[in-house]
């Protein structure tokens, strides 16, 4: 391997994207460094549900249509202490403002469902932005908080309209386990039933509003889910507001930041600088790499860097020992270094 020398700026900047091409070699995966050094393009996904083990549970409600049960289900959360996230449109707002006010004042969370149920994955992006910005100037008029939630009418998102919903400060929102209480053919035992076989820890579950056998199905379900041990909270209270990723499947994870050492930046360097430039990968995505690894946020960070970036968050502290196991005396380095991607 060829010697290439880097100024202590340049070892800073490389050190992340270096301990990751490393640790590929140590996983096999190095696949990920192609798909880099190619600008493979990954497609956005919107939260699903959350990685985590507290069994704290997300109750929704997407409201678009009547409020012919509203008084019914805030009594039933309220008797099984469940904070539940309301997603409401600018439409019901208007025709309800009432209800929407009742969520709020009972300590329930409100999200943005659209102002007017468009098809989001085939409106233009001002459409888009205007659409959500007016039904959040409605939830704000009426509850005096400014939502940061958004779900998508009919569940549809494209990359345009995650990254336009991000831009605008608000997370997108889907689901793990659905009721498909909209279904007229769903029976409330039906409804019980699917909740109950699909929900887990950080599972984000949706129902909708004005629908008979949802206000059946739900006592039967809230008591079973709280004997289980579940938590009932408001999304905001179940996922990570920073400092997470999230995977194809549409999991968030949490990570944390990193803590890789010169020593370490300069011996990974050191045997992998060449295969780091063969990969193609460029100093701009470096240096976003670089930064959100750092931070330990790789919320903002393009989603086909986000499998390279947290691949060096996992794999940091293996790569801290191996290091400290050759500088300790044993002549690893000589061995790993005949084939380093194998």
């Known amino acids: 391997m060829r010697s290439i020398t880097f100024n202590k700026h340049q070892v800073k900047r ?18 990920a460094v192609t798909s880099v050094g190619t600008k493979a393009q990954q497609r956005l996904v919107p939260i699903y549900s959350v990685d985590r083990n507290d069994n704290k549970i997300a109750i929704t409600f997407d409201v678009a249509w009547e409020n012919s049960n509203t008084d019914e289900l805030l009594e039933m959360l309220e008797e099984y202490d469940a904070k539940a996230t309301f997603f409401v449109t600018g439409d019901f707002c208007d025709r309800h403002p009432e209800d929407v006010t009742k969520f709020s004042e009972a300590g329930h969370e409100i999200g943005n469902h659209s102002d007017a149920h468009p098809h989001v994955a085939q409106i233009g992006v001002n459409d888009l932005i205007n659409d959500t910005r007016e039904c959040s ?7 005096g908080k400014e939502p940061t939630l958004y779900r998508a009418p009919y569940g549809e998102y494209s990359d345009n309209m995650l990254t336009t919903i991000d831009g ?54 809230l008591n079973q889910l709280k004997k289980s041990g579940y938590e009932f909270v408001c999304v905001s209270d179940l996922i990570y507001p920073d400092n997470y990723t999230i995977d194809a499947n549409g999991v968030q994870k949490s990570v944390k930041a990193s803590i890789i ?34 931070s330990g946020d790789l919320s903002r960070l393009p989603e086909k860097l986000r499998p390279f970036a947290q691949q060096v968050i996992n794999s940091v502290d293996n790569l801290s020992g191996s290091t400290s196991s050759d500088s300790s005396g044993g002549d690893n380095s000589s061995e790993s270094s005949d084939d380093p991607l194998k």
């Open 14 to 31: 490389f050190a992340a994207i270096a301990a990751a091409v490393a640790a590929a070699a140590a996983v096999g995966i190095t696949a």
């Open 137 to 143: 100037r409605k939830i704000k008029m009426l509850t």
């Open 168 to 221: 605008m400060g608000l997370k997108t929102i889907q689901w793990d386990t659905d009721s498909i209480d909209w279904d007229k053919s769903t029976t409330a035992e039906d409804i019980e039933k699917r909740i109950m076989k699909n929900t887990k820890s950080g599972s984000i579950l949706l129902f909708h509003n004005d629908l008979e056998n949802t206000t059946k199905a739900l006592p039967s379900i």
């Open 261 to 294: 050492s010169d020593e370490e930046i300069e011996a990974v360097l050191s045997q992998y600088s060449a295969q780091i430039e063969a990969a193609g990968i460029t100093d701009e995505e470096i240096a976003l790499a670089v930064s959100a690894i750092k």
